[in-house]
């Protein structure tokens, strides 16, 4: 190979130095995700060796890709459907547009589609309800500017967007208690397995605030908690096997619409009327809440909203702002047909 100092090392010649493939080189140059330490020292030595640098005229056409990544859960709900129309429309009338990448199999360790989004070099990035530890966020927000929506941290790196999800709890205990009903049951969405650190949570929030809200209403002897996930068919099993195990509540405060909607099929399928044996409450204001086949009550949390605001910080990081900011949505109650006073006699 010819390294004579008149021809310029290029990443063909790190490659064959350190004897690897280029793309190697290229992750460990991109300081991408999922590179080993011993390839780092191998390419670092190869590239000291030939003093290879990456060319001026490169870097500057890598500068932007004007592409917004956006990092969601794997979970069919209308309020990520809510979150992504908030982003579209606010990336709409500028040159950036987003790039979507679902993700499953998080852990505290990481997150796969943040990963993802990462090696494809977006300017910058929105994660939907992450799971990974604080410090994993903080590390990979001093790589790519990053807004997190729905997730309660004191951030430092990263821009953080959420719903006052304690308030909102406490609007739907009030709203049912005012009706009456004493025996209301949470259905949580916290994972609880496997185990997590989860208290900055929206569902750990709305938890506390179900809790601090009930105990404040002189209902504490009747609180009671139900964790599943937050899909339609998991609350359903969850509110059945409440059902059927004799700890029928009056009413039924469920964690989001999407879940709610479980709840509702598990109490028709019992032949339970709604709201006249069981009352049912979400969290979302999604789309199909203000259906007449449904006409759930519920607490807006203003997911359009909420990702207009995402993308808006996400477009200021990119133009250099580092200070970390906060944006919080104001819930609001929505009564519907889905609550009513509880049974005589209950």
Known sequence: MDRSPLRRPTISDVAEAAGVSRAAVSKVLRDAYGVSPAMRERVGAAIDELGYRPRESARAMRTSTHTVGVALPMLRGQFFADVLDGIYD???????????????????????????????SVDAMIVVSPTVAASWLEEFARRVPTVVVARHDAAVAYDSVVDDDRTGAALMVEHLAGLGHRRITHVSHVITEPPRSLAQSPHSVREDGYREAMRRLGLAEHIHVVHTRGSEQGTCDATARLLDEGHAPTALFVGSDQGAFGSLRALAERGLGVPADVSVAGYDDTQFASHPRFSLTTIAQHGAEMGRNAALLALERVEGRDAARRWVSHPRLVVRDSTGAPPAGS
């Open 90 to 120: 606010a990336l709409d009338a500028t040159p950036y547009r987003m790039l979507v990448a679902p993700f499953d199999h998080e852990t505290e360790e990481r997150n796969p589609g943040m990963e993802a989004l990462w090696d494809r």
